[in-house]
């Protein structure tokens, strides 16, 4: 079974700060991963989708890149309403999410 | 835009069957290219999908939890089902329900939610 290992779990970043989330799969994948934001007692909002595509209405400063087992979502400058809980999700067979890494202000 | 809204007993009784539904709004269910999939959260953990439905009515369910659920749709009513029978403690989470790409597997929308707790 492929499983997903985000890095950090945690992480604590400033106002402007450009922030890189990380996710390996176990196994190949190719570019079947997607990207979520939680904020606290909310659903999941969808952020970027297979691997690159940012979803309509998410500010440009969301990107997501990688293929294969490591895939990254990055913050280019972190604005107080991106403090939330990230969560990949692989696309492939069942849908498997990762761990998920909180991002707190520091 | 579709919505989708979670509806059901916020409390079960351990062994019991969890009952939810899920009503779609702004759209038909039986509409484009898309599954209907249940996920869960327990309290201050990760997301966990529990299995999806396509209007056909063909199913898959997580390996972990197959024996225990079933879904079902009922497309008169533009709604969705799940039910999860004997609970215990651990099924106690915040339920969500959402739209899958069938050709893409991505979630989006989610409904906002419904927390189940398993408790006497």
């Known amino acids: 079974d492929i499983q997903l290992t985000q890095s950090p779990s945690f992480l604590s970043a400033s106002v402007g700060d450009r922030v890189t989330i990380t996710c390996r799969a176990s196994?190949?994948?190719?570019?079947?991963l997607a990207w979520y934001q939680q904020k606290p007692g909310k659903a999941p909002k969808l952020l970027i989708y297979?691997?690159?595509t940012l979803q309509s209405g998410v500010p440009s400063r969301f990107s997501g890149s990688g293929s294969g087992t490591e895939f990254t979502l990055t913050i280019s400058s972190l604005q107080p309403e991106d403090f939330a809980t990230y969560y990949c999700?692989?696309?492939?067979?069942?849908?498997?999410f990762g761990g998920g890494t909180k991002v707190e202000i520091k | 835009q579709v919505q989708l809204q979670e509806s059901g007993p916020g409390l079960v009784k351990p062994s019991q069957t969890l009952s939810l539904t899920c009503t779609v709004s702004?759209?038909?269910?039986?509409?484009?290219?898309?599954?209907w999939s249940w996920i869960r959260q327990p309290a201050g953990k990760g997301l966990e999908w529990i299995g999806r439905?396509?209007?056909?009515?063909?199913?898959n369910y997580n390996p972990s939890l197959k024996s225990r659920v079933t879904i079902s749709v009922d497309t008169s009513k533009n709604q969705f089902s799940l039910k999860l029978s004997s609970v215990t403690a651990a099924d106690t989470a915040v339920y969500y329900c959402?739209?899958?790409?069938?050709?893409?597997?991505?979630?989006?929308?989610w409904g906002q939610g419904t927390l189940v707790t398993v408790s006497s």
């Open positions: 196994q190949g994948i190719s570019s079947y």
């Open positions: 702004g759209g038909s269910i039986s509409s484009g290219s898309y599954y």
């Open positions: 439905i396509y209007t056909s009515g063909s199913t």
């Open positions: 297979a691997a690159s």
């Open positions: 959402a739209r899958e790409l069938s050709r893409g597997n991505w979630f989006d929308p």
């Open positions: 999700q692989q696309l492939n067979s069942y849908p498997l």
